[in-house]
T-cell receptor
Framework: TQLLEQSPQFLSIQEGENLTVYCNSS?????LQWYRQEPGEGPVLLVT?????EVKKLKRLTFQFGDARKDSSLHITAAQPGDTGLYLC??????????FGTGTSLTVIP | NAGVTQTPKFQVLKTGQSMTLQCAQD?????MSWYRQDPGMGLRLIHY???????DQGEVPNGYNVSRSTTEDFPLRLLSAAPSQTSVYFC????????????FGEGSWLTVV
């Protein structure tokens, strides 16, 4: 059973377009993290959100944690080819265990 | 900066063979874990440890054993390899505390034939 479902699973867009990736769960998490993974490498942390309703911005990336701490979204403005990669959300509990979403594979076409 | 080091990077096993994936971290992190990554499945937690001498099962523990004799090392043992264990394996570590960054190794590509 996958605790976290991400949508869409695959996304291919043109450079300059905007996009949103969703991460949904029926479970409540104490924190929610977003990672980006490139082929042949391990995931690398982008952001951590811990408060329901929290919004964090990282340059062209905007992350939001749902009010009930069950879901999150990642919005990318004016996507660039360098944004290409696999985006993973991960929900954490107080025991330091993290459960990862199914992943969204993003391709930005120049 | 070594971080999390996994070996081997690539391995081919025959069904029924056993092997150990090694993992070491030099950041003095208390929490270590093993994940497997399969297409369309994201990362699934196999086993984790909150400190030396303490291990526990994750989502998909069957067919795997772990031990944590030191803070630095967290090996993953495949007892009798099966084709269903063909996957990419990631070791990770993090400081104790919710919301802390997880640091991943570079991955180990395992094929069971």
């Amino acid at each position: 059973t996958q605790l976290l479902e991400q949508s869409p699973q695959f996304l291919s867009i043109q450079e300059g377009e905007n996009l949103t990736v969703y991460c949904n769960s029926s479970s409540v998490f104490s924190s929610l993290q977003w990672y980006r993974q490139e082929p042949g490498e391990g995931p690398v942390l982008l952001v951590t959100v811990v408060t329901g309703g929290e919004v964090k911005k990282l340059k062209r990336l905007t992350f939001q944690f749902g009010d009930a701490r069950k879901d999150s979204s990642l919005h990318i403005t004016a996507a660039q080819p360098g944004d290409t990669g696999l985006y993973l959300c991960a929900g954490g509990n107080t025991g330091n265990q993290f459960y990862f979403g199914t992943g969204t594979s993003l391709t930005v076409i120049p | 900066n070594a971080g999390v080091t996994q070996t081997p990077k690539f391995q081919v096993l025959k069904t029924g063979q056993s092997m150990t994936l090694q993992c070491a971290q030099d950041m003095n992190h208390e929490y270590m874990s093993w994940y497997r990554q399969d297409p369309g499945m994201g990362l699934r937690l196999i086993h984790y440890s909150v400190g030396a001498g303490i291990t526990d099962q994750g989502e998909v523990p069957n067919g795997y054993n772990v031990s944590r004799s030191t803070t630095e090392d967290f090996p993953l043992r495949l007892l009798s390899a099966a084709p269903s264990q063909t996957s990419v394996y990631f070791c990770a570590s993090s400081p104790r505390g919710s919301g802390n960054t997880i640091y991943f190794g570079e991955g180990s590509w395992l094929t069971v034939v």
